[in-house]
Every structure is written in structure tokens, then in C-alpha cells.
């Protein structure tokens, strides 16, 4: 499943424009197994169409895109087959419970997982089981975040990619998030976690990634010792950047 | 998850959307009241014309008592003797009525001129015939439309104003829409269609016809779902959508079938029934003016049989007066043609209209099977015209050979016959209605993949 | 300015740049006037057809020969019936009746040639008059403009921002519905000038056309209040507009239908033929004027003789079968005037059970009015059909009295009057029967608008409190 460098993503020279607008200019971005990669920037700097181009829903205009080693474009199906997306501010079926929706989605997805893989999934992100058979059209933000990143959970791939997963959530959810994010490090699943949101990212990524100008302009890397990163300078930078943007 | 799974999954969620049900119940429940409504409307015709044949047998005895006899005339027995036609509802008129409520179904003639008789009115209350029946047809043609509506408007659009569509998109699995369609498709259908076969087994009607009115609905019900597709994949919004396909709705229901029939009526007129009325009694009352010789040589034109045997004494016979109507029933016999090409040309452009308006070739496959638009009308003026011609018949030989007219003679009299059912297959309609549906069907599959692709690329925007 | 005319005028500019809803709303205007102008023409068509026949068949009943009087009774007449001058604005039941009848002594015949009868299953879409138009068509735009007004500044909290500045419920209420009542009169008003304008050619009553404009105003209101209350009630706009779709379907489209068929049920009409042969049996209950020894016209015959004071029937100054049909005429007209006030009395026992749903569905009240005001509704053809058997009545007896006066100084086997006396016979003149004159038929429909325009004023209040109260 990966290919020789390791990298679960693998992004080179990636372009992409809308119309007249030149959103992506060569990007390059790898994420390995078991690595937390957080990218982020400011609007419109083309986090949602890196996402696309990993979903295989647009076609690059220059680059390659490989996940797991699969081209999406050309093999949707067994690229899409080793992802599980969670889009931002989704909101699943409400007149489903959250059990119901999670089942409906795997069906949909064709993967075969039994009743425990649901459950399990429902309870490591901390959904309390009396709300598992309720419609979730009573639920809050956060339920139904934590509903959705089940959902990807339970698909049990070894690429994650989150659109703003933090987006609603409270600190107390967002510490809980971590924890599962940890999780799915020890199980080797690369994610790539697209977000605002710093603090998390701080908290979490192994990488992070500044997107501005088409490309990723500056990356850096989890220290070994004391603090991960040093959230001034970083909070510094992505103020900049999103002003730039 | 297997296969049978994911589609009861698909049926849970359908169902589980109050909205989806209700529109779902509602059209069953509709669709069962017009059938049952229509099945009322059929008894209640099959009931007249029991209780107005008691009623004929009735009156034919009291003629014959009051003219039958050693001395009777045939000429008086043919005067007083009313005869009963009958049009019986055919087995598939409970699904569609058409102009069974305003066509007369009972009529009685006698051997005077038939153009004075065939086109007189049966009671029936205008007010009640003017919104137009409520039958199967009617809730196939306007209401279903609009359950499909309900159900297919915001397919795309609804998972896109929830933040659903990118994460089904992400899935590896497939058939995602064609499972959605197809099921909502299957569940309209079901919900319209059952009713139909219940009330097809009540009746005993053929199991063809219902098959082909089955056939109809699912390809008006498919065209609509097309047209769910198309819209619902080119427009944003599902307000937008359901708004879009609202009108399409009303245009192609409501406004284009009025501005046509406005149009027929005008590039066809159809005042050649009363000029034919007209005519026929000038020519049956100049008949008392003019010599009798000339009107029995306009008679033995047809009927040279008779010749020889026109003379009698005296101002009046019979023989004379029968042939004059005779005559005039055969002088305005060019006007009857023109009037019933009129009538047929109205039919004509209808259908015609029908080869592009979906509802209007619905109605008019269903009703030329169920026989009950103008043409299974003309088609029983056909059957009383030749009973008719079969009367005049019958009585010539008593009249022209002054013979006597016995109770005997009564019993014989000809009696109308049921006609046989001339409901028939509209091809035509038909397949228009399945390339127009194919064509919808096709633009709507494609324009929901490109657009699939397309709200990938950018649908946070 | 109130808060509740600048939030109408909020609306207005809400709606103007909404550009589906400005094409819809000039479609329909186009619409109106399409329908306008095809149906006038329609009607001027018609007119003219019916004028033409009426004066060719009265020209061919002078020109006659002369002929014995009973030949001409059942020679008898057509008359076409007129078509009323606001017809165009309102077909009503006027394709569904027929139009054209032949009188002949003792006989009822039916008017026949219906144009419903000779047209195609396309008629039952329904006729493209401005009436259609303005009850189908304009509910449904004036739901789409109103459906999101009170729900879309919920659903965007804009609502609350706007109480919270200090503006009441009730002026919140009051300014929608200012703004859509305004719209829903603007939606009529292209209908409206068609009517005045006819009306100022002189061609219809002054007072028709104010109660017929004044009747469509109530109906367009109710639809606008009906889209603002639901649009408060409802919440989301989404959810608002399917109810409004709903109720109008259910309101205009299906209950029209389907309560024509329960009252059908209800009670059935006798058809034409059972009331012919009844008609038959009591004709020959009364007596039969051939048989000599018949008791009720022995005494006939009696009276006759005892008022000219004679001893037999061959001293009479007069014609005695010209008696005989003459009361023979008589006795027939009553029966036939019995059973087709029975008929009447039955048809309109089914067409009262509709209209009691009028409360549900006011469609079945504006539609009275409506035909009722332009002369095509059922009264104005049970009109006509009075009129022509009063007519047929008349000049029956009129021939029959001059076969009676004249025959005795006419010798001969065939005996004939002068076709001078044809011209003698009065003509049909249809009397245009006032829609006013019964004033009580206009009076439960316009009570059926009026009563849901006030059920939606109750409810808009309702509605304007809950606005209020979610504020605090």
C-alpha cells in the first residue's frame, strides 16, 4: 500500500487554477503512516481544493497525486477505498440515529463492519451510548462532529483526511479529538487535518504546514524535547500569512 | 453490508423523512380514492342503464298495448316506438372516466330522421362537469407530478445544504443516485400503481389494458423524476429547484394544454352539427310542400327496392313520411361527415399536441385504451347509426306492403346490440412519451454526473 | 412613516430584486392579458355565430309556405342562447351547457351541442380565461413571493434583530402584509383594468364588474395573508412553502374535483329518458284526447260547448281539435315545467352540497361569484331554458289558437293559413338576466371570502404575538 518514500500522501508539484485564479502552484506535501500532518492557511489560500485533488475530485493541471500510491483520478474507487473524509460542519441524516447513520455510511462506502466495529467507534469518540439509538436531529454541534469522525473511524483506513475537525467543538471535545487522533497514530493511519484552529494543531500535529501562495511556504517539525512547537512564533507566522492571503 | 441491505437502508431513510412518507401516503390514499370514486362512477352508469332499461321495457309494452292489434300500423308502432341504445362503461373506464360524464350513455331513437335524435343531450349538472373528473388519470397526470416533486427536488441540492455531499462523494462505493432514483421511482409507483391493479381485478378488467396503463404512468412518472434530475442537478438551491420544477409543473399542465385547446378550438370549428340539424329539418319539413313523387324518387336513390310500390289514396301515409325522413337523413349526409371530421380533427391535433406534452399524451393513451374520449363517443353514434339503418330496415317491408303491425311483430322489432369495445393501443403516443422520457431521462443522468463532478471541485464555495 | 409601511417597503425591494419572482409575476401579467384578449375574441366569435344563426333560422321560419298552423308547431323554432357579455372574463359553465334548442309543440327537447361535447379530454385542463388565471395561476405566485416573508427574517435572525431594535410583533405582521396584500392587488390589477375597461365601453353593468373586481381582490388578499400567517407560523421557509403548496393544491386543485364526484354520489339525476317516459304515463293519466269516451276531455268538451252555448262540436265558430291542442298544450307544458323545475331543484341539491365546502375550499366560493357576476353559471342557463320554454309556450299557442280561429273558414282536404301569419309569431328575444336580481347567491360566497380573510386577521395576530414574545 505505500509506495517507496513511505508516504501514505504524497503531493508533488501540484497545480491548480479556477478560471483565472491560480490557487495551487507546485505544491508539494507528504504525510506518512503515523504522522499527524496539520496544514494550515489562511482563506481561499486552497486547503479545500488540496483536499479535492486527494478525494480525486478534480483533475490536476500539473503534479502528481498519489494516496497509498493510487492515482484518484485515474482509480477513484481503491484511492477513495483507503481515505475517510470528514468534511466540515457536516451534518449527517437527522432522522437517523447516530448508530443508523453510521451503518448507512459504511453500506454506502461498501465496507463490511459488524455492530462492535460501530460501537466502538461511538464510544472511543466519546459519544455517551444513551445518545447512540437517538435521531440526530436532537444533537448538538459537537455530537454530530463526533458522529462524523466515528464514522471515519469506523471505516478503519489508513489515511484521514479532516476538514476543520474542530470547528464547534468545545476545548473539553477538542481535548477528546486529540486523544482519538493519538489513537489512530498508534494504529500508523496518516492524517492530514486541515484547520484554523492552532491551538489544536500545537496540541496534535507531528508536522505543520503553512499553505500560502499556492505552495507550502513554510513547514515545521514536533520537537523531540519540551515544548512541541512555540505557539507565539507560530501564531505570529500564520497571522502574517493569512494577511497575505 | 450485502446488497439487499444497502437498499433496505436506502428505504429507511426514505421513509424515515416525514415529508417523504407523507407525499408517499398521500398519492396512495389519492389514488385509491379515485379508483374507488371512479369504480362509483361505473356502477352508478351500469345502474341507470339497468333502471332505464326496466324503465324501456316498461314503455314498449304499454306501446304495443296501445298500438298492437289485428288493425295495427306499422306506421304508428315505428312513431311511438321508442328503442333503447346502451354504451356500457368498458372494463377500463373506472381509471378513466374521460367524457363519460357528459357523453350521453343511454340513448333511444326511432325510425324518424336519426340527425334529429343522435346528437340530443342526457341530463348531466354542468357545475359538476366543469372542474373536470376525479379519476386515476387525473391524479396520475396533475398530482403525481407533484409527489415527485416533493421527493426528488433536492436529491443533490439537499445533501449539499447539509455538508453531505463531499463526504458521499468521498465514498468508494457506487450507485448512489441510481439507488436513490430508483427506489423513490419503485415507491411512487407502487403507491399509484397498486390501487389500480385492485380496482382492475374488481372490475375484472383485462390485464393487458392495465398493463399499459401501468406502462403509461411509469414512463409520466419517469419523465417527472428525469426532469427531478436535471433540475435538481442544475440549480443551487432546493428552493430554487423545487420552485423550477413548480413551474414546470404549471406550464406543462396548466398553461400549454389551455393555450392549446384555445388554439383547436379556434383553427377548428364545429358548427356543422347544427348547420347538419338545420338542414335535415328543412329538408324533412319541405318534404310536406313539395309533390311526393319528388320526394319518393330521392328515396328510391338508395332504395330502388321500393319502387313501384310508392302509391296510395289520400293525403298521408306512412311509406311517404318514413322515406322523406329517409331523405333527410341522406341529404345532409355530407355535413355529417364534415361534422364528425371536425370532431375528428379536434382528436387528431390533441394527439398530435400529445407527442410533445407528456401529461397530454398520458391522458390520451390512457383514454383510447379505456375508449372513453370522442372517438369511443363517435364510435357509439357509429353503432346506433347502423341500428338505426337496421330499424328503417326492419319496418320498410310492414309500410311499403301494408302490412299489418301484430304484438307479434313487436317482439320482433331489432334490438340494439352492445357494441364491441374499440379501445385501442395508441403507439404513437406511446412512443413519443418514451423518447421524451428517455431524452429527460438521459439529460438528467448526465447533468447529475457532470454536475457530481463538478460540486467536488467546489462546493464550499 | 410607521415601522409597518417601511417594512412593507422593505419587502417590495426584497421582491424587486428578486429576479425568478419578477419574471413570474410578469408572466402572469402576460397571461391575464393573453387570456383576455383570446377569450374576448372567443366571445365576440361566438356572439356573432349565435346572432347569425338565430337570424338565419328566424329569416327561414318567414319564409314558410302557407301551411295548415299545427305543421308550423312542429316546425317549431331554434334559439341560440346569447352569450352573456362578461362570458369572456368568466366561461363558466357555458362550454358545458348546450347552447342551441329546438322548441316544438309537446315536446321538451335538450339544448344541445354543448362545445364540451365536441371537444377533446383538452377542455378539462381548463378553459384560458382571465378567471382561470387568476384562480389557478395567481394563488400559486403569490405564495411564492409571500412564502419566505415572516420565515426568511426568522430563519436569519434578522427577525430578532428587528425586535430587538424595538419594532412589535405587530407591526412585523402588519408590514408583511401590507406589502403582499399590495402585491396580490398589483397581481390583479391587469385583470382589473381589462374588466373596468370593458365596462367603460358599455358593454357590462357598472355594478357587475365592481363586485366582480371587489370578489377577486378578497380572493387574491386571502392568498397573500394565507403565505404571510404560514410564513410566520412555519418557521423555515422551506417548511412554509410546502404547506402553501399543500393548501393550494389541495384548495384549488384536488377538492373541485373531488367534491363534485361525492356529490354526484350523493343524489342521482334522472336521466332524460326515464323522465320522458314518466312524463308519458302522466300525460296519459290525465286523459287521452283521441278516445272518445275519455272522461277528462268529455268534460273538456263540455265546458267548451256550454261557454259558446252550442249543442255539438260541429256548431262551433271555432276549430274544436284547435281547442283540444290548445289545452292539450297545456297540460303538457305544466307536466314538463314540473319535471324540469324537478331536475333543476336536484341539480342544484348537488351543487348547494359543493358549495357548503366553499369553507374549505373558498376557490368554490370565488368561482360562484365569478360566474355568477359575468351570467355563466347555472342560474343564468336555467335562465335561458326558462325563457325559451315560456317562449316555445307562447308561440305554440299562438298557432294553435290560429288554427282554432282560423281553420273553420278554410275549405278544402288541405287545409293551409297564409305564411303572412308566420311573421306574426313573435321571435326569441332573450332577456339578459341581471346577476343582481338575486342578490341572496352572491351573498353566502362573498361571506365565505370575507369569513377567511378574518380567520387570517386572527391568525396574523396570533402569529404577531408569538413574533412579539420570542423576542424576550
Redesign the interface.
Known sequence: MLDDTGAAIAIEGLHHSYGSNAVLRGLDLTVRRGEIYALLGGNGAGKSTTLSALLGFLAPEAGTVRVCGIDPVSDPRAARAAMAYVPENVSLYEHLSARENIGYFLALAEAKRGEDAIENSLSAVGLAPEAWDKRMSGFSKGMRQKVAIALALARDVPVLLLDEPTSGLDPRAVLEFNRLLDAAREREVAVLMVTHDIVSAVDIADRIGFLGQGRIEEEREASATGPRFDLNALHDRYAYAGAAA | MSASSIWSAELRLLLRSGRNLLALILLFVLSSAAVLAGIAEIENQRETIARVEAEQVRDLAAVADANAGPEGDPGYAAYYAFMLTQDPPPPLAFAAIGQRDLQPYVLRVRALGLQAQLYDSETYNPELALPGVFDWAFVLIYLLPLVVIALGHDLVTGERETGRLRLLLSLPGSGLWRRRIGLRYGAVLAALGLPLIVGGIVMAAPATGIAVMLLTAALYCAFWFGLAMLIGASLRTSATAAAAMMGCWIVLTLILPTLANAAIARSVPVAKGIDLTLAQREIVHRGWDVPKEQTFERFFVNHSEWRGKEEFEGRFHWKWYYAMHQVGDEAVAADVAEYRASLSKREDLTRKLGLILPGVGTMTVLHRIADTDILGQLAYQDSIAAYHAGLRQFYYPYLFNDRMFTRGDFAQIPRYETRSGTGSLEIASLIALIILTMLVLVAGALSLSRQASQSRAKSQK | MSAATLIAREEWRVLARNR?GLI?SALLVL?IL?ASF??LE?RS?IEA?RER?QT??DE?FDA??D?HPH?MV???Q?VFRPIAPLAFFDA??DS???N?I?LEGHRQ????????????????????TPA?VLQ??AP?LII?LAFASVARENERATLKLMLSQGVSGRSVMAGKLLGHGAIALGVGLPAFAVLIAFAATGAAEWASVALMILGYAAWLLLWAALGVVVSALAGR??DA??IL?GLW?VIV??L???L??A???QS??????????AL??DLLEIGDSHDPDDPYFNDFRDQVLARYGVETVEELPVQYAGLVSIEGERLTTQIYADAADR?IAS?SE??AF?HAFSIVSPLIAIRQVSMALAGS??AA?YDFLDQAENFRYDFVQRLNRMQAELLPGIEG??PRISAAYWQQIPRFAYDTRDPLARPQSLLWPFAVLLGWLAVLAGLAFIAARRIGKSAR
Open positions: 425568478a413570474a397571461l393573453v383570446t377569450s372567443r366569435a355565430d344563426y338565419s333560422t327561414t314558410q309556405p301551411r305543421r312542429h316546425y317549431g331554434f363558466g359553465v358545458f351547457t348546450g342551441t329546438f327537447n335538450s339544448a344541445n351541442f354543448a362545445e364540451a361535447r365536441q371537444s377533446s379530454l383538452l377542455l378539462r385542463f381548463g378553459q384560458l382561470f389557478t395561476l400559486l411564492f421557509p422551506r412553502l410546502a403548496i393544491m386543485i384536488l373541485p374535483r373531488a363534485p364526484e356529490a354526484s354520489a342521482q339525476l334522472a336521466t332524460k329518458i326515464e323522465t320522458e317516459i308519458h304515463r331536475q341539480e348537488q351543487n359543493v353559471d347555472p342557463h282536404e288541405d
